[in-house]
C-alpha cells in the first residue's frame, strides 16, 4: 500500500483500545512521531500523512475516535480486537467518530484475554491478604509461559510481611527462575521501578481477583480510576471488579491492559510441550537430554527433569490434567468411542461409559401417534 492510496482515502493509523459490541475505541497516532518504533516497515507504508486544512478542526483534533468496522471486513471474517492497529478511514472530527477500513497483520494474539500485539504479561499477586498460593502462582506462570511471551512477576502488598518473609519468598521464587517485584500500592513502595520496565510496550495485566490490580493501575495511571473490590472474608480471595479487557495509556509511554480476574486459568497445552513453562525442567533439558524424545518426565528412565526440584510436584499435577484434556479431545473426535473421560479437580481424571442416547431418549408424542395409526392400520387390514 503506497502514500497516494493513504492520500486519496484518507486513512490514519492507530491502534484500537476497547471493544464494545459492535464500536470500537480507537486511539490515533497523529502527531506522534516516535510511537512504535517497532513497527519500521508497517509506518513506512501506513503511517498517516498531514490532515488537509479543509477537514481538520479549528482547534486540536481528538486523539480518540469511536469507531465501526466497514462492511467489507465483516464480510471475510477479519476480526478487531483490542490492541489491532488499524486504518481508520474519512475520520469525522466534529462528531469523533470514524471506520475501520483494515487491519495491519498481528504480531501475536491471545485468546483469553482476547487482545493483539502484546510485548509482555505483568502477572501480579499479593503476598498477604489474600495469602500467596504456590500451587495457584505455578498456574498462572505456566500459563503465562505458554503464550510465548516476557513475564514481569509484581508481588503487591509487601509491607504487609517482614523482610525476612519477603526474602523467603524471593529465595523461592529465584529457585522457579523468576525475579519478582516486590511492591506496596497502599505504601507506595517500586511502583515507579515497576513503571520503568512497562515504559513503551503493550503490557497486559493478570493475577487472581482481589491482588490489587485495579489498585496498582490506578496508582500507574491516576486519571483512570478503576473500580477496585474488596476481599472476600470467607473465602480470603478477592471479588471481581473488572468486566472487560481495556487498554490504557501510561503517562511514561506504552499501554497497559486491564483483563478480567479469575483464580485458576485453564492449562490448554499438550502434555509433551509442558515441562518448557518451567524454567527449571528448561534449565535441566539444557544441560542434559532423556533417554526419550517423548518422555513426560515421570517414570521414564534416564529422565533429565525428573528429580528434586521445587515445583515437581505442580509440574505432576497439571501433567495429568494436560493428559486427562488430551484424552477427552480424543475421545471427542473418535465419534464411536464408546467411552468419556469427566475431569475432577486438579486434573483427577474419571472414566465413564457413553449413554446411547437413541435407546434412553423418550419418543415424541408425534412418534407415539404415528405408531399407533400404523398398528390400527394392521389391524384392519
Known amino acids: 500500500m503506497t502514500e497516494e492510496v493513504l492520500q486519496d482515502s484518507l486513512r490514519f493509523l492507530g491502534t484500537v483500545l476497547a471493544v464494545q459490541a459492535n464500536f470500537y475505541r480507537v486511539q490515533l497516532d497523529l502527531g506522534s512521531e516516535e510511537k512504535d518504533k517497532e513497527d519500521k516497515e508497517d509506518k513506512k507504508l501506513f503511517y498517516p500523512l498531514p490532515v488537509p486544512s479543509s477537514l481538520s478542526p479549528p482547534s486540536l483534533y481528538p486523539p480518540l475516535l469511536l469507531c465501526t468496522r466497514r462492511t467489507r471486513l465483516k464480510k471475510i471474517g477479519q476480526q478487531v480486537m483490542v490492541g489491532d492497529r488499524v486504518l481508520v478511514e474519512e475520520p469525522d472530527w466534529a462528531g469523533k467518530r470514524g471506520a475501520?477500513?483494515?487491519?495491519?497483520?498481528?504480531?501475536?494474539?491471545?485468546?483469553?484475554p482476547a487482545i493483539a500485539n502484546v510485548n509482555q504479561i505483568l502477572l501480579v499477586f499479593a503476598v498477604a491478604d489474600p495469602p500467596l498460593e504456590p500451587y495457584q502462582l505455578s498456574r498462572f506462570l505456566v500459563k503465562a509461559e505458554s503464550t510465548g511471551l516476557d513475564v514481569v512477576l509484581c508481588l503487591n502488598k509487601s509491607d504487609l510481611i517482614t523482610t525476612q518473609q519477603q526474602d523467603q519468598v524471593n529465595k523461592h521464587l529465584i529457585n522457579w527462575g523468576y525475579q519478582p517485584s516486590f511492591i506496596s500500592v497502599y505504601k507506595s513502595i517500586n511502583i515507579?521501578?515497576?513503571?520503568?520496565?512497562?515504559?513503551?510496550?503493550?503490557?497486559?495485566?493478570a493475577g487472581p481477583s482481589g491482588v490489587g490490580k485495579s489498585s496498582l493501575i490506578n496508582a500507574l495511571i491516576p486519571s483512570?480510576?478503576?473500580?477496585?473490590?474488596?476481599?472476600?472474608?470467607k473465602l480470603a480471595r478477592g471479588r471481581h471488579t473488572t468486566r472487560h479487557v481495556e487498554l490504557f495509556d501510561l503517562p511514561s509511554g506504552g499501554l497497559l491492559a486491564d483483563t478480567p480476574g479469575f483464580n485458576q486459568p485453564e492449562l490448554d497445552c499438550s502434555p509433551e510441550e509442558l515441562a518448557v513453562y518451567f524454567p527449571e525442567a528448561r534449565q535441566r533439558l539444557a544441560v542434559a537430554r532423556c533417554r526419550f524424545s517423548n518422555c513426560l518426565h515421570r517414570?521414564?528412565?534416564?529422565?533429565?527433569?525428573r528429580g528434586d526440584w521445587e515445583r515437581y510436584q505442580h509440574y505432576l499435577e497439571f501433567l495429568e490434567e494436560a493428559i486427562a484434556r488430551q484424552s477427552q479431545l480424543n475421545q471427542q473426535a473418535d465419534?464411536?468411542?464408546?467411552?468419556?473421560?469427566k475431569t475432577k479437580g486438579k486434573g483427577k481424571q474419571k472414566y465413564e461409559p457413553k449413554l446411547e442416547t437413541k435407546k434412553y431418549r423418550q419418543k415424541s408424542r408425534r412418534t407415539q401417534l404415528q405408531e399407533l395409526q400404523e398398528l390400527y392400520?394392521?389391524?384392519?387390514e
Open 192 to 205: 515507579d521501578k515497576l513503571s520503568i520496565r512497562l515504559k513503551d510496550k503493550i503490557t497486559v495485566v
Open 224 to 233: 483512570i480510576n478503576l473500580r477496585v473490590g474488596e476481599i472476600s472474608g
Open 100 to 112: 475501520i477500513a483494515d487491519v495491519l497483520p498481528r504480531k501475536n494474539q491471545l485468546d483469553r
Open 299 to 305: 517414570d521414564e528412565p534416564d529422565c533429565a527433569v
Open 335 to 341: 465419534p464411536e468411542s464408546t467411552i468419556k473421560v
Open 377 to 380: 392400520r394392521e389391524s384392519e
